[in-house]
């Protein structure tokens, strides 16, 4: 089992491996637990060994995030009796995870969270760091809380069921991991055959895209750090200004790391233009995410219904003096040598969408 410690205020450990799950009772000994989990994994509820467990079903994927769900939950937990000093364990992917850690944040003034995520994505990115919420009609995660776990169990063995577009899609998040600062990851996914959920490949390049996170949240825990010479947080968003504007353009018909594919490709690009990332490293870049079996190319919406999208980015600024919305992006000039990329040049952005027509 390789644990990793995210060394916040209120410092919390990460579990990987095949069986991590089966930690969950000693984690919770003498409480009573809430499980939050979509209805596909009610039965896995009762293999967990918990005493009695009180279960919050919830939606699956996304529908899993909205007010309805969320005031569901509250019920059912005042239903249940869960006082302050029990526990809400999220299981699941990343919007079941969210949402328990929006109940916890919230129920009784917060409660203590576990997670147990049960995707690639949601195990390298979604259950670490402490970001919960929900979403509501006028955008995604617009209400939310930072609210850390007191522990993640990365089970590997509960991904051997999962579809091979979602382990390939989670694992768009893992080479990104790789590209923002753990280039050894990139080696790793290139030399070894990292999609065989099983294999040690998988959990070593799955724990390294968690020391990753580990170190990058608990630096700058709020997103507020980023300044010209550091990227705090922000840096965790490499790839994702177009994604976002991707997903919302396909109706979220693309999973997450599909969109963050093409948004890699879009950022080493502009990359290459603002920062000299060099040739090698872009075609590094599509040749990787290919291998991985990720899409590279998109020419599908307008630049400019995408580009309007993207001025609604959380990373975007207001300038007072001129009263424009000013883009900011996240470049490497090198895998692992990360820099905002503020106020690029249209032309630029233009060219570099250019560059994601198919061939
Ligand atoms: N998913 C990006 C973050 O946790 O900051």
Not at 68 to 75: I, K, M, N, S, T
Not at 102 to 121: E, H, K, N, S, Y
Not at 184 to 196: F, S
Not at 209 to 221: E, I, R
Request: glycine residues 10%.
């Amino acid at each position: 089992m390789n644990r990793v410690e995210v060394p916040t205020a209120q410092p919390y450990q990460v579990r990987i491996g095949p069986g991590a799950v089966t930690e969950l009772p000693t984690l919770v000994a003498g409480r009573r637990v809430a499980v939050v989990c979509p209805q596909p994994l009610v039965d896995l509820v009762g293999r967990l060994g918990l005493h009695d467990p009180v279960v919050i079903e919830v939606p699956d994927a996304e529908a899993a995030k909205s007010p309805d769900v969320l005031v569901r939950g509250w019920q059912g937990l005042a239903e249940a009796g869960m006082t302050r000093g029990d526990v809400i364990v999220g299981l699941g992917g990343g919007a079941a995870t969210d949402l328990a850690g929006f109940l916890a944040a919230t129920w009784m003034r917060g409660v203590d969270v576990i997670q147990v995520p049960t995707t690639v994505l949601a195990m390298a990115d979604a259950a670490i760091g402490g970001k919960t919420g929900i979403n509501i009609p006028a955008g995604k995660n617009l209400v939310g809380a930072f609210h850390e776990p007191k522990a993640v169990l990365c089970d590997t063995d509960l991904l051997t069921t999962l579809n091979a577009r979602e382990v390939r899609s989670g694992m768009a998040e893992i080479v990104k991991c790789g590209f923002i600062d753990d280039p050894v990851i990139l080696d790793l996914v290139e030399g070894q055959d990292v999609l065989d959920v099983t294999s040690k490949a998988f959990v070593e390049v799955l724990t390294r895209a968690v020391t990753v996170k580990a170190a990058v949240v608990s630096g700058d825990l709020h997103e507020r750090t980023s300044s010209s010479g550091h990227v705090g947080r922000e840096r965790l968003n490499y790839g994702h200004t177009l994604a976002h504007a991707v997903e919302a353009h396909k109706h979220f018909t693309w999973r997450h790391g599909e969109a963050d594919a093409v948004g890699m490709v879009f950022a080493a690009e502009l990359s290459r233009r603002y920062l000299g990332l060099s040739d090698e490293v872009v075609s590094r870049t599509r040749a990787i995410l290919l291998g991985i079996g990720l899409p590279i190319t998109f020419d599908e919406v307008e630049w400019a219904d995408l580009r309007g999208t993207m001025d609604l980015d959380k990373k975007t600024r207001f300038d007072p003096e001129t009263g424009r919305r000013v883009l900011r992006l996240v470049g490497i000039s090198k895998p692992g040598d990360v820099a905002m990329i503020v106020d690029p040049d249209e032309d630029v952005l233009v060219e570099c969408y250019r560059s994601l027509q198919p061939a």
